[in-house]
């Protein structure tokens, strides 16, 4: 028990550059308070002790301001940055090294009874405001931005960004490589096509990301149309005309995104 408390500590140093010593985390970090008294909750959930239990776990919240049902499972080096307005579900799985910020919930999405809240694995981190809902399973070390809401799992060493979650993978295929098209079809016509961040649910960028997508799909097939005729002999006529940067660069700042690809689109 004591070296759990030792552990918990020490994981405060070792994730908040603010801490000083253990005198000022121990009186100080509401986050570690709140781990301290959900441990005491869930030993006595698990004895069957189970309204004391969430007595201390309703008392914690009223200190704390961080909500955790006394029968989620917590593992080690557990730690709540700031911790304001955290909520964590009956059915939570958390293990090693998580790290939580202010605002996240581990919630449900069902009123079935069972498993209903999300399990983190390993060293995962959840950025401020993000909501991980559902009995999904988010992999060894992945990180969940900030403001994003996760209903599905998330793969180790991945992140998740936005509403609804988006996978950003490390490998060269699937949703990756895609992406990686769309920012290089971007890049050719002279704008990015993600002003806005890509966490951001907005609406215009969606349109564009499709536009991009298709505009790939076509490139690809007049390409290969093209090689063809070559092939047989037959001329193709000179090269598709290229787009200007300068209407990209030197356009009226209020124009949008939208006004800059119909104008675009009418040079010869």
């Known amino acids: 028990m004591l070296e759990g408390v030792r552990e918990d500590i020490q994981s405060v140093f070792h994730r ?24 005491l909750a869930h030993r006595l959930w698990k004895m069957n002790f189970k309204l004391l239990a969430r007595c201390i776990s309703t008392f914690s919240r009223w200190l704390t301001g961080i909500e955790i049902h006394p029968g989620a499972t917590i593992g080690r080096r557990f730690f709540i940055d700031h911790g304001m307005g955290v909520v964590i579900g009956e059915t939570a799985e958390v293990g090693d090294d998580v790290t939580l910020y202010h605002g996240v919930t581990l919630g ?57 979650g988006r996978i950003i993978c490390k490998d060269e ?26 966490d951001m649910p907005d609406p215009i960028a969606q349109s564009l990301k499709h536009m991009l997508d298709h505009m790939h799909a076509v490139d690809k097939k007049i390409s290969a149309m093209s ?3 070559e092939k047989m002999g037959t001329d ?17 700042k209020s124009e949008t995104a939208v006004d800059l690809v119909a104008k675009a689109s009418k040079v010869d």
């Open 108 to 164: 449900g999405t069902s009123w079935n009874k069972g498993k209903r809240h999300p399990t983190l694995s390993n060293g995962v981190v959840v950025g401020a405001g993000a909501k991980v809902l559902g009995p999904i399973t988010v992999g060894v070390n992945a990180r969940i931005g900030s403001n994003a809401v996760v209903t599905k799992d998330v793969p180790a060493e991945a992140t998740a960004v936005g509403i609804p």
């Open 236 to 252: 193709c006529g000179k090269q598709l005309p290229e787009i200007r940067d300068d209407l990209f660069q030197q356009g009226n």
């Open 173 to 198: 295929d699937g949703d990756c490589q895609k992406e990686k098209q769309r920012q290089a079809m971007a890049s050719k016509i002279g704008f990015d096509a993600y002003g806005m961040t890509s």
């Open 227 to 229: 090689n063809a005729l």
């Open 16 to 39: 908040d550059p603010a801490a000083r010593n253990s005198v000022e985390v121990l009186l100080n970090y509401p986050g570690l308070h709140a781990v301290l008294f959900h441990r």
